[in-house]
């Protein structure tokens, strides 16, 4: 009889655990909140929307289910996610999937700040989960991972075979796998022979969203199978393997009260990350708030990089840009002060706050840009006398690539907040200074233009084609958005100079 690997159990241990951590936020003066935007049409959407509810209530948390029509633009859903990202009662956001096919799924999901991102699913956070960086990672695939070692199953050294290469399971699994030191296979719908791969596996791990995929005579008694499969059947919610096959394994998770069970808790989990990746943020900006964003003064800077070899790239230059767009908009913001502005007081106290932190952030992205492409440089310079060696240099460049145009994309995000905070105060601003506005616009935009340039020069380098192609889409749609921006806000300030 083969063990079955119910979760209930544990899922109430990181319930408890939530529940604890959240009890100390509330003393601390702090209501975690999270916000779940669902479209609706789609029937099990709506049920795992209102079981995330229920959830939330159990663990003392706040939750905003924000519902709208099938017909909602794709600009509606974009403005609510940015309200969402601006309000700092909210810390986590979540869009509930699927959604109609009007709507692109990675474009709104790009837009989440990536730190209050719970599902792990924009691109920021899908790059941290492949780097192994801070970030947050995908509720299910933890959840896995989680499961394994909750029954004192090791990873280490164990054949894995996962069945299933898609965006939300299989390819952020493929990477917690991968860095839990097991020896990977990943099957998928080309591969042949799937049955002779799970032949020779310690552990399974199938997410291909196939009810069926996975039969009995597939087992094998020292199978241990990690079912994250959910397909609605006319006999209810199964996995990717048949009922049957939990006879011939040596441990599989059963479907419902297996991966499910403890994913939606990981959710919350994910929350709690975000809270505590939010307070860094603000102790950082608390911290060096009052000290000059470079040791440097730009004359210095640009004086020393010039005659440095290699000479900083474009990821550095619009690094720099975006420091001296964000120092131009809290100038603004501080000289819109006194009686006059009394009514958007507040409102500019917080853009000043924004920017210097935006300042201190494009520090941040400069340093990163430097040691990317040192990074890059270093990988180039790996020994390549033998197969190994050359498979070792491959994964150094293919990682330093990832790296090299991920910051400067991180980089255009960034920009473009900005860019979008400074236009919602284009009609409060002092009128003596709303030119250095405008300046401070076209500033942020170089440095989304710039750092645009640097991630098409790094996209070549990059052999996932997925990767590849987020980086595109997500890319050009920021580079076309910020000059979109840009060219609206200078005709606001053209108008108002009038």
């Not at 909140?33 to 948390?61: C, N, W």
């Not at 899908?126 to 199953?153: E, R, S, V």
């Not at 002092?430 to 989304?448: E, F, H, P, Y």
Request: hydrophobic content about 45%; proline content about 4%; overall charge negative.
């Amino acid at each position: 009889m083969s063990m079955l690997l119910k979760t209930k159990e544990l899922a109430n241990e990181v319930s408890e655990s939530i529940i604890t951590e959240v009890n100390s936020l509330k003393e601390k003066g702090i209501q975690p909140r999270l916000a779940t935007i669902l479209v609706q049409g789609d029937p099990a959407s709506e049920y795992y929307a209102k079981a995330k509810q229920k959830k939330a209530r159990q663990l003392g948390i706040e939750f905003d289910l924000i519902q709208f029509d099938p017909e909602v633009t794709e600009r509606r859903l974009l403005d609510e996610i940015e309200g969402l990202n601006q309000d700092p009662a909210v810390h986590g956001i979540m869009l509930e999937l699927p959604v109609p096919k009007h709507i692109r799924v990675q474009k709104c999901s790009d837009a989440i700040t990536p730190e209050k991102d719970v599902d792990g699913i924009s691109s920021a956070n899908k790059l941290t989960c492949m780097t192994g960086n801070t970030g947050i990672y995908p509720a299910t695939p933890q959840a896995c991972i989680a499961i394994l070692k909750h029954f004192g199953f090791t990873l280490k050294g164990k054949n894995v075979v996962l069945v299933g290469r898609g965006d939300t399971v299989g390819r952020p699994l493929m990477q917690l796998l991968l860095r839990e030191n097991a020896t990977l296979t990943v099957c998928h719908s080309h591969t042949q022979d799937i049955a002779g791969h799970i032949a020779n596996a310690d552990i399974l791990m199938t997410a291909a969203g196939q009810a069926g995929l996975i039969t009995a005579d597939m087992m094998h008694p020292e199978l241990v199978v990690i079912d994250a499969g959910i397909n609605e059947t006319a006999t209810g919610i199964t996995g990717d393997a048949v009922p049957e096959a939990a006879a011939f394994a040596k441990a599989i998770t059963p479907v419902p009260g297996g991966v499910g069970t403890l994913t939606t808790v990981m959710l919350f989990e994910n929350l709690m990350l975000a809270i505590r990746l939010q307070q860094q943020s603000a102790d950082a900006l608390e911290t060096n708030g009052e000290q000059q964003v470079f040791d440097q003064t730009i004359r210095q800077f640009l004086q020393v990089s010039a005659s440095s070899a290699p000479t900083p790239g474009g990821g550095s230059i619009a690094a720099l840009s975006a420091a001296l767009g964000a120092s131009m908009g809290s100038m603004v913001a501080n000289i819109t002060s006194g009686p006059k502005f009394e009514s958007v007081r507040q409102q500019m106290a917080d853009i000043v706050v924004l920017m210097q932190s935006a300042m201190l952030e494009a520090e941040s992205f400069l340093k990163k840009d430097m040691e990317s492409f040192n990074g890059y440089m270093a990988a180039l310079g790996l020994p390549k006398e033998n197969d190994e060696e050359k498979k070792m240099r491959s994964l150094a460049l293919q990682k330093a690539a990832v790296q090299a145009a991920s910051v400067p994309l991180h980089l255009m995000k960034r920009s473009l907040e900005i860019m979008s905070a400074l236009d919602k105060i284009t009609e409060e601003v002092n009128k003596n200074v709303i030119s250095d506005l405008g300046i401070a616009l076209i500033m942020l935009d170089a440095a989304v233009q710039s750092a645009w340039i640097t991630v098409e020069i790094n996209l070549g380098s990059i052999k996932d084609a997925g990767v590849r192609s987020s980086f595109q889409e997500t890319g050009a749609e920021l580079s076309s958005q910020s000059n979109e921006r840009k060219l609206q806000v200078l005709q606001k300030i053209k108008e108002k100079l009038v």
